[in-house]
């Protein structure tokens, strides 16, 4: 068989399959009620506001939707096996060797940053975000049914980091990172012996700074700059913006740094494909 | 036709037996509705009544549904794999062939709990998916969406404590790969940045209380098995009924009224 589709089929992958497929479902079936709900001006689940009673109405579409979802598995179950590879073995280290389906977009994010972050303060950032979600998203409307333009900035963010971030370096990871953690087409065979050169160099070496000291401070003025550009935003703008104002310091300041956060990731990544960026801070204790 | 049906219903259900386990006739009035929901264990988790559109499926996706019913399945095929396994280097691996060609419907059985912990995961994501859609984690339902962040990260963990189980390459190494990650945390890791040198060691760090070793061994073995057979499903189970609990306190699935 063609090893991608291999790769595609192999039972533990077929979770990523599903994904793929129900995603992008889900998303149209969500948007086109937004959608509707937005050209009638009042959405469609105000009209169904009633009162009905669970049994029978609700407690029967339980049980039907049970009996689909339990033949789905049902059917799934008999038709494909559990993989069960060879007796582990510590000494035999597989290339690559990868982490559950779920976790592989932190494992990809390891290409782009040091473990300390891709794998624990990121992933932590991400508990913490969405946990904030609720009280930072002080937009009153577009509660309790679908729209799309009454709260245009909270979907695209976060469908912008659960698409992209999320489910896209989740699929590069399982099919298209082979030996090494090195990208390869789906139609490359993987080649363990793929050499590629690895000429990344930090920041501070493209703006001609040579020396650790200099290289070190130029690299915090950059991070730090960078994360500071909320709150310039914020002093330089809050005089006229009445948004700011009712979203207050303290909220704003956890907003703009989660997203200032979630946006290095992507800009971290296009250095690399474009400039060969390697760090952009390099102290003795870390680098980012 | 119709008269012998009921004749055979007033034969089932008009007797002693019977109506010492189901009290309310079945009559179709709201009353008998109400009674039906709020004398049963198992179904009065519902309110006798809700919403028209919180019923639809277009509007939940019945995500949250599935994933808990995803979360039934692993729990009772979970038990019955239990009976065939024992998470020790030795026999882990030997249990799991043995299910698989030897017991009946072992293959079956291990197959189902395996998918279906999947599908939670799939479901999960979706259901959090959707609640964010429809912008069902505002005022006053915050904390409830704070207490699916958590039931996301239990689920996570709890798929990922089972994927060592049959201690066979896949599972050794994908847990090496993920757990590697613990020894750069940030102090309390001795690969971490800011870790006290000579304090924070290989043999004191996360990782190691991780996995009660310097590598994934026999003892990660114990106590991923133990996590992922008691405590986790535990605290999983804690979580979702304060999570339901609270959909019915924070007055029902959203709606836009
Ligand atoms: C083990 C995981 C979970 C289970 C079993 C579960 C189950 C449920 C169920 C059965 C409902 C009723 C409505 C529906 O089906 O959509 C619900 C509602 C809700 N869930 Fe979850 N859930 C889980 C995880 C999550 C996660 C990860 C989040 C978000 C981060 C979340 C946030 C909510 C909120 C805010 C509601 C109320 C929705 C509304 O009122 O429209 N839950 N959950």
């Known amino acids: ?288 | 036709m119709n008269e012998r049906r009921n004749g055979l219903k007033e034969k089932i259900t008009n007797n002693q037996i019977w109506q010492s386990m189901f009290r309310h006739g079945y009559e179709k009035t709201g009353r008998r509705y109400t009674l039906q929901v709020l004398q049963n264990v198992w179904l009065h988790l519902h309110p006798p009544r809700v919403t028209r559109h919180a019923i639809n499926f277009r509007f939940t996706w019945c995500m949250g549904g599935i994933t808990f019913l995803m979360f039934l399945v692993t729990a009772v095929t979970g038990v019955l794999l239990m009976f065939y396994y024992r998470p020790t280097a030795e026999y882990a691996f030997r249990d799991i062939q043995y299910l698989e060609f030897d017991i009946p419907f072992g293959m079956l059985l291990r197959n189902m709990h395996r998918w279906a912990a999947h599908g939670m995961v799939i479901a999960v994501m979706l259901h959090m998916f959707r609640v964010f859609l429809t912008g069902s984690y505002k005022k006053p339902r915050e904390f409830n969406w704070g207490v699916g962040v958590i039931l996301l990260l239990v689920t996570f963990f709890l798929s990922f404590t089972g994927y060592l189980l049959p201690w066979d390459q896949l599972a050794f190494w994908a847990v090496t790969v993920g757990t590697n990650m613990a020894r750069a945390t940030p102090v309390l890791g001795h690969e971490g940045p800011f870790a006290p040198q000579d304090i924070v060691t290989q043999a004191n760090d996360v990782r190691f209380a991780l996995l009660g070793g310097t590598i994934v061994g026999p003892s990660t073995l114990l106590r991923f098995y133990i996590l992922h057979c008691v405590a986790v499903p535990l605290l999983a189970s804690v979580l979702m009924a304060l999570h339901f609990w609270r959909v019915r306190k924070d007055g029902g699935i959203s709606g836009p009224l």
């Not at chain 1, 049970?66 to 035999?92: C, F, N, Q, R, Y």
């Not at chain 1, 508990?127 to 930072?136: D, F, H, K, N, S």
């Not at chain 1, 935003?233 to 989660?258: A, C, D, H, P």
């Open chain 1, 1 to 288: 068989m063609d090893p991608f589709l291999e790769l595609v089929t192999k039972p533990d992958n077929v979770p990523i399959v599903a994904i793929v497929i129900l995603l992008p479902f889900f998303t149209w079936l969500a948007f086109s009620q937004g959608r509707r709900n937005d050209l009638a001006g009042t959405p469609a689940e105000a009209g169904l506001n009633d009162k009905v009673y669970c049994w029978p109405y609700l407690c029967r579409n339980e049980f039907l939707c049970a009996i689909i979802i339990m033949l789905v598995l049902g059917i799934w179950s008999i038709t494909i096996d559990a993989p069960l590879e060879e007796p582990s073995d510590p000494t035999k280290t597989p290339n690559p060797s990868k982490a559950p389906w779920y976790f592989l977009a932190l494992q990809e994010m390891l290409v782009y940053f040091d473990p300390w972050i891709a794998g624990v303060v990121l992933p932590g950032l991400i508990i913490a975000g969405l946990i904030a979600i609720p009280y930072i998203d002080i937009n009153p409307k577009g509660k309790g049914y679908y729209t799309l333009k009454e709260r245009p900035f909270a979907l695209i963010t976060f469908c912008f980091g659960f698409f992209v971030l999320w489910i896209v370096l989740m699929v590069v990871g399982t099919f298209l990172r082979g030996p090494g953690w090195n990208f390869f087409a789906p139609w490359k065979e993987w080649d363990p012996h793929k050499v590629v050169p690895l000429t990344n160099v930090n920041l501070s070496y493209l703006f001609g700074i040579r020396n650790e000291q200099p290289a070190g401070i130029f690299g915090m003025c950059v991070v730090v700059g960078y994360f500071a550009l909320g709150p310039i935003y914020y002093f330089l703008k809050r005089g006229t913006s009445k948004f700011l104002q009712e979203l207050g310091l303290v909220r704003y300041i956890v907003v703009s740094f989660l997203f200032l956060t979630m946006m290095a990731l992507p800009i971290k990544m296009i250095l690399r494909w474009t400039l060969n960026i390697k760090y952009i801070w390099v102290s003795p204790w870390f680098n980012i």
